[in-house]
């Protein structure tokens, strides 16, 4: 079966500090994968999406980039963390191909002071 | 653009049925989707519709209009645990890779 798990689960960085959430998942190959931001009351946000090593799709221009190194790895990073970057950050993946659901990982909770 | 509205909150007693609406507008569809978010964990999918109709799975079940850019998650024989929030979703490309577009969420409390 399918796993997905991104890191850390929680972390309190200060304004100006660098940024780097992973992400990995186990069981496929070639997934589809997304980094979602869900601010407090507010919706789920689409930041980066990925259909294959080294393409990256940025959906909202602002201080954070995303990569993929390895076929099942995507990393989300900042160079210097804002205070609105604060919020839950989820990664997700998909069966490329046929298959239409995304499954999310279990969300890192970002707290910049 | 895209447009996905549901209510903010609903409240509803145990052993009851719900129905929380979403209506969308985008400008093409390839699927639309229910997940449920318990208050600080990530989403869990629920439901998946691409056809007209009713799709039922257990207690929950999905209905969905493409002519009216409507559905609907139905919930019956309510439990305390259903408090969640619930989030429809919609692919709107031809493209499978389409990411998702999120609605805001219904956060749903059960009462006794």
């Known amino acids: 079966s399918q796993t997905i798990h991104q890191w850390p689960a929680t972390l309190v960085q200060p304004v100006g500090s660098p940024l780097s959430l992973e992400c990995t998942v186990e069981g496929t190959s070639n997934p589809n994968l997304y980094w979602y931001r869900q601010a407090a009351g507010r919706g789920l946000q689409l930041l980066f999406y990925s259909v294959g090593i080294g393409q990256i799709s940025s959906e909202v221009p602002q201080n954070l980039s995303a990569s993929r190194p390895q076929d099942r790895q995507f990393i989300l990073s900042s160079k210097k963390l804002l205070l609105s970057d604060s919020g839950f950050y989820l990664c997700?993946?998909?069966?490329?191909?046929?298959?239409?659901?995304?499954?999310f990982g279990e969300g890192s909770w970002l707290t910049v002071v | 653009g895209q447009n996905i509205d549901q209510p903010t909150e609903m409240t509803a007693t145990e052993g009851a049925i719900v129905q929380i609406n979403c209506t969308y507008q985008t400008s093409g569809f390839n699927g639309l989707f229910w997940y449920q978010q318990h208050a600080g964990e990530a989403p869990t999918f629920l439901s998946y519709n691409v056809l007209d109709g009713l799709e039922e799975k257990g207690r929950f079940s999905s209905f969905l209009s493409r002519s009216k850019g409507y559905s609907y998650l139905l919930l019956k024989e309510l439990q305390m645990k259903d408090s969640a929030s619930y989030l429809c979703?919609?692919?709107?490309?031809?493209?499978?890779?389409?990411?998702?577009?999120f609605g805001k969420g219904t956060r749903l409390s059960v009462i006794a």
């Open positions: 997700a993946w998909r069966r490329a191909g046929a298959g239409n659901t995304i499954y």
């Open positions: 979703a919609v692919r709107d490309g031809s493209s499978g890779n389409t990411p998702l577009v």
